[in-house]
């Protein structure tokens, strides 16, 4: 039984996947086919090592802006080949090792404001592409190079005559499409994945436009183009250079953290969307996922994660196991083997318009207004790594993100590791330093500034009965202050705290 629900959920995972495969190898810069390829690879390689049932695996939107700009570093595509690769083994690395994990230590706002950086890049570069403007490439690096004198505002002059009005009616078509279909009301109209509407649409629009000689008829450039035979125009990867440049290791270990990212964040949805409770083991993911990139990397594709997407359609088509999956990867190895004439016919256009909206749902103001109510300690890391990542590049912003991260824990930590009360009795202040249950060497400074404000002439106790530990650090603090509260005479009660041999306490 479950094979008959498997094979019609894999039906419609394909339809779901072949628009955004090659949706998202055109927004990376790479070659459509290898956005094809990967999902291949995600579909036959990677189902059958994984330990998910229901998720699905390819090429993902969150990666666009990465690979694309890491092609253009690293000067072409078989070079950046490697860096897949190299991403692979050490997602196989980080299975092997058991530290599935490590997602879990980056702090959600930070991961939040990668995803909706991501989200706006990948709108900025689909814009002119849904307007039809195919003259030189206005973007190379970051979301701040699209203002430039050498791209997009440079080409702004002949920008109106580059357009072509047949592009921009199919995308508007199409996005009126999606944002229909989308809408939880019109749920009964949804026979067809949207994607797929948008793309049979965009064909027959462009179709009639050509079949009566109308000007605004798309270009041949503006279509996609897959060889009629993928497999003699496969690139490899250019091993001579693996030793000879130390951006491809570093792209690639950065390709290979952002897909274990979206790859658990995808997993950890799957996983509470399976109306079985089925609990995905994230190791075996990573390996799975690994493979999977070293595949990708060896064969000629751009990376591949496990996608919400394409596992909420599996999902909601009925799958039972992972079968479907793999199902799905063989329907895209038959449609390039089979129909790839009919792939040629998809225009940008209507492609451009999928990723828009899937750039939007990647930033949507939903999810800046639920940070931003969160708080500040929630908000401006997110925004921060918005902000640098649209200035600079991912890394940079990330880093910098997870700094103002640990910036707020650090300060929550000042405030959480002790009280201090303050009474007035018979004419004597009296103080009261209740330490909580772990203080570390980060709060010594504040512990000693505190001590140091006790006036001469007072009462002061601190308390250590809630303490499970305290750092060597801190105690020395407490230690030396014993010789200055005699000296000012301040009248001490140590509770729960012994104290260590400092210099000041030796003399």
């Known amino acids: ?9 894999g039906l419609t995972v394909f339809l779901v996947a072949l628009p955004l495969c090659l949706g998202v190898a055109l927004a990376s810069g790479a070659p459509l ?10 579909g036959v390689v990677v189902s059958v090592i994984s330990g998910s049932q229901l998720a699905v695996s390819g090429p993902a939107a969150g990666l666009t802006t990465l690979v694309s ?5 690293l000067g072409n595509f078989e070079t950046f080949l490697l860096a897949v690769m190299i991403a692979g083994v050490f997602q196989i690395l980080l299975g092997v090792l058991k530290l599935g994990v490590f997602a879990s230590y980056f702090p959600s706002s ?12 990948l709108i900025s570069k689909q814009i002119p592409l849904a307007l039809g403007y195919n003259q030189p490439d206005f973007w190379s690096s970051g979301f701040i190079q699209i203002f430039t004198s050498t791209n997009f ?23 009126a499409i999606l944002i229909f279909l989308k809408q939880p009301k019109n749920k009964k109209y949804n026979i067809l994945p949207a994607s797929l509407v948008v793309v049979i649409f965009g064909i027959a629009i462009n179709y009639l436009l050509t079949y009566f000689g109308s000007s605004y008829a798309l270009k041949s450039n ?3 183009n897959i060889p009629s035979n993928i497999f003699a125009e496969l690139k490899f990867p250019d091993f001579t250079k693996i030793l000879s440049n130390i951006e491809i290791w570093k792209n690639g270990l950065l390709i290979g953290t952002l897909a274990t990212l979206e790859t658990l964040l995808s997993i950890e949805a799957m996983d509470k969307l399976d109306k079985h409770n089925r609990i995905t083991p994230v190791n075996r993911e990573l390996m799975a996922q690994g493979v999977g990139n070293f595949f990708c990397g060896l064969l000629g594709a751009i990376p591949l994660t496990a996608v919400v997407v394409r596992g909420s359609a599996n999902i909601q088509a009925g799958a039972k196991t992972k079968v479907s999956s793999f199902v799905h990867g063989v329907f895209l190895l038959l449609s390039v083997l089979l129909i790839p004439f009919l792939i040629n016919l998809i225009p940008y256009a209507s492609l451009s318009a999928i990723l828009i909206l899937t750039g939007f749902g990647l930033t949507k103001i939903k999810i800046y207004k639920s940070l931003f109510n969160l708080g500040w300690k929630q908000f401006v890391p997110f925004i921060i790594t918005i902000v640098i ?10 880093s910098i993100g997870l700094l103002i991260s640990i910036y707020y824990i650090i300060k929550e930590n000042f405030k959480e590791s002790y009280d201090l009360e303050k009474t007035h009795y018979q004419g004597i202040d009296q103080y009261i330093l209740k330490l909580h249950s772990n203080v570390t060497f980060l709060n010594k400074v504040e512990i000693k500034n505190t001590l140091d404000k006790v006036p001469p002439y007072s009462s002061l106790i601190i308390d250590g009965t809630n303490i499970h530990f305290i750092d060597h650090d801190v105690l020395e603090i407490i230690s030396d202050f014993v010789v200055k509260a005699h000296d000012r005479h301040i009248q001490l009660e140590l509770i729960n705290i012994k104290t260590v041999e400092t210099a000041a306490s030796a003399h």
Do not use: C
């Open 153 to 175: 505002l440079g080409n702004l002059k002949e920008f109106n005559a580059n357009i072509t009005r047949g592009a921009v009616f199919i995308s508007f078509i199409s996005l």
């Open 33 to 42: 086919y290898s956005g094809i390829l990967s999902g291949i690879i995600g």
């Open 222 to 224: 503006q279509l996609v």
């Open 389 to 398: 990542i649209l200035a600079t590049d991912l890394l940079i912003g990330v």
């Open 69 to 73: 700009a890491a092609i253009i570093s």
């Open 1 to 9: 039984m479950f094979k008959k629900h498997d094979l019609a959920a």
């Open 110 to 121: 930070v991961i939040k404001g990668m995803m909706a950086a991501i989200g706006i890049i």
